[in-house]
């Protein structure tokens, strides 16, 4: 449960509900960071590697639970059947229209951190951002799509999920913008000095930093009820991590500075939320993760207590609409053909059966560093269950080779080297004809009306009668069918039993 | 190593740790013991014709058992034209004992005839999108080229291989001697065709009357 993890509301704002049980609020601190109503933050899904991207349009309190409404944006990937034209790196889209998938609620515990979207349309509701802005922004926008009639549109709509689109596009002051270089000169000083610097995510405001006894640098200019929940008596953790280098590597050691004693104290491997410490190098780690704050090791020396940090999302679990299910029909053939076309989709072979394409993910993760999307292939009836076949979808082309390369050169799981290659196999279109064995009789007598009615009949499905044609001829088939059964199961046993003294033959 | 102070405090957070990961286990393995219900509810229908919808499938089912979902399976890697397949789940397990009865001790038509379906019960990886399975684990390891055990990983490979060839092999004999069945039961149906057609011929003509004189036998009707 969420007990240990730092929490407290901000502005007050309306009061709602049939009893008059539910609270709203403009803003809340979470974990030592403060979200604003239309901030941009991240939410994890069980068992996915990349996050979600969306924006806070409601934030609520009704009896015990916490909420937030959000609104989502989509990443290229998500909506590859629909993209036209360019995209940039850090693109995402604002979602749009009605129906699923435009906003969910989650429960506020889901809220994974912090990101800046800025929004480059050039529409005159926007206010257009500075270059600046643009360079520090996680991500950027200016086209939306419209999960009612899945289109992509650069227009900017009037309302969006019942808010004017306004307070949905850039903020009028130039607030959210984080200079990562400073802060680290400011941490430098407060690290020596011993005290305590929550800077937690992106949305800090440059004036803050330097002042170091502030509790929660994250006090705006505008009239907000400063967050006095992190007083320097209590426990601050902050996210430091060792200098990233690895692009694909989303796992970061959170290093924090405790006063107190009591700390959720977390697996190493859990990932955080940071932004990158070289903005001027224009590093764009897997397209998602960024850090916050990047401290060299030798400012870590002097911190006492080193302890690593968990990340909430890794607790909790967000209910949102099942994406992947969203864009029919067959969301999965679609982005396979794209994917191969882009050279992105990896043919692996000798796979444990039993592997779902969550095992999968996670196999990539953890061997390769790499994030992709996966799916187990094989046909129930025909391929042999010794060998597990999957399509592995990666993010690029050359991340896709160098997993080939790299799986190719040895990768043995649970004692089965796999093997792998680009493409996709080639199959023959799914048939459009009749089934080999469903017979017609070709009856000129017949007038077109019985034709018709003959059709209908034999469309219908029935048990075959043992007195007519059909039941000996339906006999002759199931005869072949058994026969058929056995020889599949003669030889998959078979191979069975190849892999396994071979295997035994090679421990010796 | 830590004080007995720090040491205990260590052991705290650990238990807590664990308990944290504890909850994330509760909810995968909760997850996959819903699949596996709905794995038991589900039979698995091949031999179909590409022409059925699951329409057809819900309709002709509906004799026994309620279809809740139908999901036809998409062919990725045979190259050759093959019968369609579907995973049909239905209410519960007796319904679905009761459709996989009722396919095999008759055979049913579905969308055609002669050749019937087949129906069998489902396993969890005939499904595309089953959820992780708790305790299953993902373990792995690097033998490369100039590791010991590299020749025999490569030759196993060779033998995965060569298995999936000999796979591929059976069922183009399968679906070849499918195809001459199917020639051959036209061939016998369209044979007795033409057989009733002449006899319905000779009746409604009358000419069956002039060949039973002429063979001396004497038909049924006299």
Request: proline share 6%.
């Amino acid at each position: 449960s969420n007990e240990n993890i730092q929490f407290s509301w901000g502005k007050k704002r309306a009061k709602g509900g049939a009893k008059m049980d539910t609270q709203f609020y403009g803003s809340f601190t979470f974990d030592n960071v403060k979200y604003s109503l239309y901030d941009c933050v991240y939410l994890f899904k069980n068992g996915e590697s990349e996050p979600y991207i969306g924006k806070i349009v409601k934030i609520w309190q009704q009896n015990e639970a916490k909420k937030v409404k959000i609104l989502w944006f989509f990443t290229p990937d998500e909506i590859r059947n629909f993209l036209r034209g360019p995209v940039a790196e850090n693109e995402i889209f604002l979602a749009s229209g009605d129906g699923t998938g435009l906003a969910d609620i989650n429960p506020l515990e889901s809220i994974a951190g912090k990101c800046t979207v800025v929004c480059i349309s050039k529409d005159e509701r926007n206010r257009q951002p500075t270059p600046k802005e643009q360079t520090v922004a996680d991500y950027i926008f200016y086209r939306f799509f419209d999960v009612g009639n899945c289109t992509l549109s650069e227009q900017v709509p009037e309302k969006i999920a019942g808010l004017e689109v306004n307070v949905l596009l850039n903020p009028k002051d130039e607030q959210v913008i984080c200079y990562p270089d400073q802060d680290v000169q400011g941490m430098d000083q407060k690290v020596g000095a011993g005290l305590v610097a929550p800077l937690p995510q992106s949305a800090v405001k440059m004036d803050e930093i330097p002042v170091a006894p502030l509790p929660q640098s994250a006090a705006k200019m505008e009239d907000e009820i400063p967050v006095a929940a992190v007083p320097l008596s209590q426990s601050v953790a902050i996210s430091l991590p060792p200098s990233v280098k690895e692009v694909d590597k989303a796992q970061v050691a959170a290093v924090p500075l405790p006063l107190a004693v009591e700390e959720d104290v977390p697996k190493p491997t859990q990932k955080v939320f940071k932004r990158t410490e070289n903005l001027t190098t224009k590093n764009m780690p897997s397209k998602k993760l960024k850090l916050s704050q990047d401290l060299t090791t030798q400012s870590m020396a002097p911190v006492p207590d080193v302890k690593v940090r968990s990340v909430p999302s890794a607790q909790q679990t967000t209910r949102q609409a099942d994406r992947s299910k969203w864009f029919k029909p067959q969301p999965w053939h679609g982005k396979l053909a794209q994917a191969d076309k882009e050279g992105r989709l990896v043919y692996i072979q000798n796979l444990d059966i039993r592997f779902g394409a969550s095992e999968i993910v996670e196999l990539i993760r953890e061997a390769l560093q790499l994030s992709c999307t996966a799916k187990p292939i094989n046909h129930p009836t025909y391929d042999d269950p010794n060998n597990g076949k999957a399509y592995v979808v990666f993010n690029s082309r050359n991340i896709a080779d160098e997993a080939v390369m790299k799986i190719n050169s040895g990768l043995v799981v649970g004692g089965r080297p796999l093997y792998c290659s680009k493409g996709l196999l080639k199959v023959p279109k799914p048939a459009s004809g009749a089934l080999v064995g469903h017979l017609t009789i070709s009856n000129q007598k017949m007038n077109p009306r019985q034709r018709e009615e003959q059709k209908k009949a034999v469309s219908t499905s029935h048990c075959s009668q043992p007195n007519t044609i059909e039941y000996d001829l339906a006999l002759d088939w199931m005869l072949v069918r058994e026969k058929q059964a056995m020889k599949f199961s003669i030889l998959h046993k078979r191979h069975a039993g190849e892999r396994k003294s071979f295997a035994a033959k090679m421990e010796k | 190593m830590a004080t007995s102070d720090e040491q205990a405090h260590e052991d705290r957070q650990d238990i807590k740790d664990e308990q944290l990961a504890h909850k994330d286990d509760e909810q995968a393995e909760k997850e996959y013991a819903d699949f596996e219900a709905r794995v038991r509810r589900t039979i698995y229908i091949d031999h179909l014709s590409p022409l059925v919808t699951a329409q057809v499938i819900k309709a002709s089912l509906a004799q026994c058992a309620n279809v809740v979902s139908t999901e036809f399976i998409q062919n990725y890697t045979i190259q050759y034209e093959i019968p369609a397949a579907a995973l049909v789940e239905v209410d519960n397990v007796s319904q679905a004992q009761a459709a996989v009865d009722l396919m095999n001790n008759f055979p049913f038509m579905l969308g055609g005839m002669p050749r019937p379906v087949r129906a069998v019960f489902a396993k969890p990886d005939m499904f595309p999108d089953r959820p992780r399975k708790p305790g299953l684990k993902v373990e792995f390891s690097w033998v490369k080229q100039g590791d010991p055990g590299y020749d025999g990983m490569n030759k196993l490979k060779g033998l995965a291989r060569r298995q999936e060839a000999e796979n591929m092999a059976l069922i183009k004999n399968q679906l070849e001697e499918e195809k001459e069945l199917a020639a051959q039961q036209q061939e016998t149906l369209e044979a007795s065709n033409s057989k009733y057609d002449m006899l319905e011929k000779l009746i409604t003509d009358g000419d069956i009357t002039k060949l039973a004189q002429h063979y001396k036998v004497k038909l049924g009707d006299d």
